[in-house]
């Protein structure tokens, strides 16, 4: 593990801090809540973040990429998090680049990846087919006659998968659902048959319902379990990288709210069982902070237990989330329970990316039987 | 089950029973199942509350002269469970819960006579006028003015998170009539109503995207001075009595068991290891829950004996608000993603709108975030924890 | 449930703490503790109580007894537990003449009860033979041969065995240890063939390990496997009743001590973060109050959900005492952690309260298992 | 595994463990694992850290001029965890953690030279003279009070909570030598050896039954001025420079990953219900000590940058302390009625008395009993607290 930031990620972290500040604050957010438009993001500032390489910023220097790294990534998610920046990041370059860039089908991988690095690509990851996290559940069906593979069925709840121009679609080739054989990744064109219908939630992000009846090359596939595995670690730790930014931002808030906030005579931060509470926080955070940082370190670092620490990192980083959002209400009182006070959104944020690819409850299950419990 | 039944006390939850099932319209059964938060809509509360009073079961626990139904401690137990059963929209409190009960305690005749069957007829609607921008948990620091002019008293300021102040014909409130060494003192309680001159209403989004709340804004506004309950400047000794019923005047553990039993057949459908957690924490829960109903239960004994529940309500009000709270935070993790859809489209009775997921998971998130604020309402759990500290334990 | 205590009760919780705050107080543990004697307890002491009629509260009139019930016995135990006062009221009186006065056995129980309620008689349960509270844990072999049976195996933690006159001893007749059918209780005079050995535990109370080898009259037998469940059930509540006054005496002098100690120029109960978690204790030591009442009255009602309240309140209970305990010696500090104050006393009788008869996961699970989970 | 180590390191590890392995003496390695609280008695702590002396290894992080070893942050790791793995004698650390690193950083170069080798062979054996009957958690009110008198200070009043007094040759103390705006001025930090004239230890009984802390009374006792730490008035500065080290300077969470291992090989013995309640809990446990190692390893990293642990170092005592208290929880269930055992006769290496149940019962008890006090002792939880809230916070 790094036990510090390197220069590199030290300077992406300021660049990422500024330019949310400027460009994508929670003012922004709370525009496009109201008025989402096509994409549920800006494309302007989608542009802006393709013009200062976050599009690349995992990806080898060979597809145009910056290869900094997973922390690299997670600095630039800490602050997105943070100010609740809407872009396809996490749809497009976390879950939908890492498919192809860790893909043995290098062929395509060359095709796509630069134009994912340029931003005339986005892509997004159909995994989902029930409203819980279940990494095999597929029951959609891949289906080959001869050099073409029909695929079949439904994906629920699809991060960006209304905007998205292909869609990387997890898809069963045998077996039944809740096998880990008989999976296949497949990179499918929207226009090849996949049709959405918008699906909200209460964190307001655009997600889609996927109705896929399309057939492609068999060149189009991308792997299987194995690829998947990886590519939802890179998910998972990115997420709580952006998960560690909302926690950050809701606890600021509330601190500096317990500074201002006057009751009985007195600012209420003067109050010692809210002093307590908050430096209990503030330990959960750093906490889950040093797993969020041992997570990205070990995918960067390719070390053989980074499931292990991604399955810890999202479990405790939920954990914290949880209840760093509602202290954070909490100790607002009244006022937090309004629309127009932006902590009310850090509270519906969290708990979906809580539950986005798998729970407090999945992965701490997962990390006790990785831990050999 | 913890108190054994007679032979009569069986009959008597059969009659009971047999009442929900027939008496809930197709429309009220709806909105008693799909309430976003603790309040129904007017309209539902109303219509409900007037099958209550042709029944004569609105205020069983009232004297007998006022409505009351003169039932055993078993007996209201009994029906508060059959209500948790039968999901029926919820009754407004202000006028029934909270109103009523101080007015019996603390009215004159005139204002008992006048207000109390308005109330139960549904004739007037009330709304609490208590809380203001800077006077939260520090309600006793309240400055909305009244100023006695003759006959009648002048107000000026606001009020604050006013539930369904846009809805209510009428509004109890605590203002500020007088300034002494104590900031509780000076403090009278009043009645007026919404339609008065002078009373503007700005209606509050809350997170949940409803706007059951409201700012109240009074400019000059004139009320009769027969409108005040107690004595000048004695509007506290009224309010913390109104309290006491506000925080712990009902039993929410059967609905508390109610809710968990529902978790319990969606947590079945989960997959291994999210279910097995949840089951845990359930059970562990479900323990509480039932400790709850025992202690409300005693409670119910001792509030009948003194007259008012007592600052022990502060502590019931403290756990049951949490564990109301640590409930709907399972219900969202049982349900997985379709526990954090946003479809208000889809809520209404016989809506158009197909829902997304099913229809449990359209309320989960709104009653969840609707729900934040009982640990903040009617005295935060911290300032419940202040006078559990102070008041019962001498610290 | 009996919502309020009836005048009998009110007149023997009056009684009750009356006579322990004179007679046995706590600083008459700490002698005991220092000095325990043959049976670990003050035998006048024991005989005062037993003229008090508290060795026959649970019992029916005709063998001597009062039958004021279950209730009644727990608001004896509440002060018992406050005082830490020593006695074999548990032992004996609740464990050991519950197996007689529950037995089918008429002809012995007529025997033996008026001799445990005059005091001549102390009775003992002899269950555990691991560490662990197994009810049908037992391998202790009765083996029948004409008239008689013989017992022969060794049994551990024994409270007070190894003063008793007769213990009561759980043996298995066919079956598998851990089998619910197969078992027999027996009542064997200790001259039979028990020998025992002092078990020292952290409470400093009697325990003792019994060496049995024994042959009896077949008439001995008082039972079997439901007779045991419907005897432990009784020990737990009143064990839980003893915890109660335990876990109320740890946080009254904790709440007193806050009022007195003085740091940072004020005194310490005066700072909110205090006083927040001992409005917390408060609350939860109430919770616990009430699941103990009810399942003391569903015990004296005979009600068919007695072994779900009796499970939730020993769950309970143990939760908050252990809660309480760890709470009055971190408020207490340094001084807490003194032989000199009282209050470390309640810590080490806590743990094993809570151990005896089934800890808190213990509990958890048979009342999970018993309301359908 | 949370630091990938190159072929170097592997070799290193290789070379630490086979140290301990042959190092440990039959005694030395039972008093490790028969420890009854996070000290060792004198014997045994001071025979191995004359085997950790002799072998150069005894103060890794101090300058290589004292005696440190110039390790890099992952040696440093890899011998923190082949030590939980080995379990030798706890080293006394009042005087290799505290007062070393305070006179390292405030010390004389005459106090230097002298002490620090005494330190090291283990000379002198140092205690801690800071809390007073009414200075605990307010430590800055001590009333211990020194006169300055030609040469020499004299000291009257008295220290309480001092662990091994009465073991002690040396003690570092915290005294009042004058009275400013704000207490914690006028404090002044003192060494003195422990036979000085004027002197009376008193041992104190703890709950566990044994007697490892004294009070210390100070009757005119001189203590040269040449023993004075820092400046006079100013020994606060020292005592908090001392105190992070206290609290934060070393890395629990190896120790608590052992007893994590060693907890789930009781568990796998233990009856259905209890087992599967107790893994629960170990695992979540488990997630708080893997996040606490990373964290420790951070701060590790930059106190090496800083020269000193700073703030952080609060959250990690606070955090660190806590885990091992839950641990010792767990481990007093786990063994069920062995883990209640009071059997001190038992205790001691090659004793006659035959344990009532398995070797590791004889220990929790005392062990959970002293480690209550890892909460209350160099800042207890609260001041921790107090000290975020504050210091980091800014509340």
Known sequence: MALVLNEDQSFIQATAAEFCASKAPVSAFRALRDNPGPAGYDEDTWRAMVELGWSGITLPEAVGGTDFGWQAMGTILEQTGRYLAASPLLSSVVLGASALSLSENRALAEVVLPQVVDGTVRLALALEESPHHQPYGAALTATASGDAVQLKGEKRFVMDG????????????????????????????????????????????????????ATVPASQRLGGAELLDAVLDRGRAALAAEMLGAAQAAFDQTIAYLKERKQFGQVIGSFQALKHRAADLFGEIELARSTVLDALSALDEGRDDAALAVSLAKAKMGEVLHAVSCEALQMHGGIGMTDEFDIGFYMKRARVQEALLGNQAFHRSRYAALAGY | MKLAFTAEENAFRDEVRAFFATALTPELAHAGRHRTSVYSSKEHALAWQKILYDQGWLVPSWPEQYGGCNWSLTQRYIFACERARAKPPALSPMGLSMLGPALLGCGTEAQKTHYLPRILRGQDYWCQGYSEPQAGSD????????????????????????????????????????????????????????????????????????????????????????????????????????????????????????????????????????????????????????????????????????GSPGPGASMLKLLGTELSQALTELQVEALGTYGLVHQPGALAFESNEAPIGPAAGLTTVPFYLNNRAATIYAGSSEVQRNIISKAVLGL
Chains 1, 3 share one sequence.
């Not at chain 1, 959405?196 to 964190?203: N, R, S």
């Not at chain 2, 409803?210 to 001075?225: C, I, L, P, S």
Request: hydrophobic share 40%; glycine share 8%; charged share 25%.
């Open chain 2, 139 to 306: 309600l006793a620091t309240l400055q909305c003015s009244a100023v006695r002019d003759g006959d009648h008293y002048v107000l000026n300021g606001t009020k604050i998170w006013t539930t369904h102040a846009q809805y209510a014909t009428h509004m109890f409130c605590l203002v500020r009539t007088g300034t002494f060494d104590r900031p509780q003192k000076g403090i009278t309680f009043l009645l007026l109503p919404m339609d008065a001159e002078g009373i503007t209403i700005t209606p509050i989004r809350f997170v949940s995207g409803a706007a059951t709340q409201a700012q109240v804004f009074f400019d000059n506004v004139r009320v009769d001075a027969s409108q005040r309950v107690g004595e000048e400047n004695d509007g506290w000794t009224v309010a913390k009595y109104l309290l006491e019923f506000e925080r712990g005047g009902g039993a929410s553990a059967p609905g508390l068991l109610e809710a968990a039993e529902d978790l319990r057949t969606l947590a079945a459908e989960l997959p291994d290891a999210e279910r097995s957690a949840l089951e845990t924490r359930l059970a562990g829960l479900l323990t509480r829950i039932e400790a709850l109903e025992i202690a409300e239960l005693q409670a119910l004994a001792e509030t009948e004996r003194r």
């Open chain 1, 162 to 213: 209304g905007s998205a121009e292909q869609i990387i679609v997890v898809a069963r080739e045998s077996g039944a659902p809740g096998d880990r054989d008989g999976l296949g990744l497949y990179l499918v064109p929207r226009e090849a048959g996949i049709s959405a219908v918008a699906e909200k939630l209460a964190d307001c992000r655009a997600y889609a319902r996927l109705t896929i009846d």
